[in-house]
């Protein structure tokens, strides 16, 4: 059921959202691999176990994921394998090609690995793996690559920002799996939310072209923004939720109906433009 129009919402337009910076990327990746860290240390015995978000993980191995993604940029070779060797094709038989393939390879290369030799192994090479990233030659970091949804876009784009948004993001995954509230702050996590909400508007944004959109996202972690910087329409449709049910919806975690259905997010107006938003609300991580 829609409510209310809300009046008087302070927003900004995502169009005026500053794109990330390759110092900052740096700053903001070594942050968030310390907060990592932190949380697996802080992990008991039976959360290692627990499932998560990613049906085919448990929390030990998305830790393993993250850190096999960490080892690709350790070096060339490490690279090479996990995204063009034929190690890959044994992935294919069990659905997995991609992106998706390199993951699994990460997680089936620690197979054998306790939880502490993870975080072991993350304390010594994640730091390094930014540093990598942010040295990385200036004529590949410009090379273009495709990402679903934004098309292409920089080496650089994914080296700065994907790497660190998908850390960030099985970070809530692992709070989520084992019932703990994840650290935020509005200066690293705020950002991360203005970064997403900066591509959804850069991606899908043409979808919502004339449509006063405005996404009010609450808690450490959140902002409000318009999609349309000069929508046609007066009144806000406003799409009111908790900013890290946003980041589950946007990740496709979480299916559209679902958070309508628990009363995860509120459409305040005209429910039909809503629920058009919601449905599009989709961005790589």
Known sequence: MPTRPLTGTPFRPAAEIPPLGHEEAYRMGLVQAERFITLLESLGGNDWSRPTACALWDVREMAAHVAGAAEGYLALKNFARQFFSRELKKYAARGLKGIDATNQLQVDDRVNKTPAEIIAELKIIAPQAFLNRYKLP????????????LGFVRVGYL??????????MHTLDICRAVGREMFLTP?????????????????????????????????????????????????????????????????GRLPVQEALARQLVHIHGDNTVGQTALEITRVSY
């Open 159 to 168: 080296t700065d920002l994907i790497y660190t948004r998908d850390m960030w």
């Open 187 to 251: 200066e690293h996590d705020g950002r991360m939310t203005a970064l997403v909400m900066r591509d959804l508007y850069r991606g899908k944004g043409h979808h919502l072209k004339g449509k006063n959109i405005v996404y009010r996202l609450t808690g450490a972690a959140g902002g409000s923004w318009s999609i349309d910087p000069q929508p046609a329409e007066a009144d806000p449709v406003v799409l009111e939720m908790e900013a890290l049910d946003f980041h589950l919806l946007a990740s």
């Open 138 to 149: 200036w004529l590949l970091y410009k090379m273009p690559s495709y990402l679903p949804g």
